[in-house]
């Protein structure tokens, strides 16, 4: 696949922190309008804001812009700031699923947004895993 993982290239392909706003907002509507997710949104608190801005700091840097959540929140460790939930391999594809459906709104070329569900399957399975060695 093309070049996407150096430097800020993913970040650009993203839109920026607006295409990320953008990308997070339709994943969070896609979980809470589909019950089908019901599973994985009601691990969320009530109130999505604050879940949405992190994962946008989180994508920001990750992505190669700058690093807002380090910059907001501190440090941050994918499979420990999901330690307290139950994720198998159900609750992993919905996440997944959700972020497929929003990719799909995004006006990104197609090979970025196969590039982006790829990479995001590493840490998604990274917290199946971690989540399978405590059970
Ligand atoms: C594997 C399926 C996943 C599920 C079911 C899931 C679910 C959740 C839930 C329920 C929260 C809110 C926790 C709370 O407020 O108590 C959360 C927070 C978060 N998730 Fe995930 N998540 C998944 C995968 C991912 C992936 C792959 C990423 C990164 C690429 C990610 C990034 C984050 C971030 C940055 C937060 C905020 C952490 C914090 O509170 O500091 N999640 N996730």
């Not at 994985?40 to 109130?47: S, Y």
């Not at 989180?58 to 994918?78: D, M, Y």
Request: aromatic fraction near 10%; charged fraction near 25%; hydrophobic fraction near 40%.
């Amino acid at each position: 696949m093309p070049e996407y993982g150096e430097g800020s290239a993913s970040y650009g392909a993203a839109g920026g922190l607006s295409g990320l706003q953008q990308l997070v907002k339709d994943f969070y509507d896609v979980m809470c309008n589909n019950p089908a997710y019901a599973v994985i949104r009601d691990m969320h608190p009530k109130d999505l804001t604050v879940s949405e801005d992190k994962l946008v700091c989180f994508l920001s840097g990750w992505l190669g812009g700058e690093r807002l959540f380090a910059k907001k929140f501190g440090s941050i460790s994918i499979p420990q700031v999901h330690a307290h939930l139950v994720i198998q391999e159900k609750e992993r594809d919905m996440w997944l699923d959700c972020m497929q459906e929003a990719l799909e709104k995004q006006p990104y070329s197609d090979g970025f947004k196969v590039y982006l569900l790829t990479q995001l399957k590493v840490p998604a399975e990274r917290i199946r895993m971690a989540c399978e060695r405590r059970l």
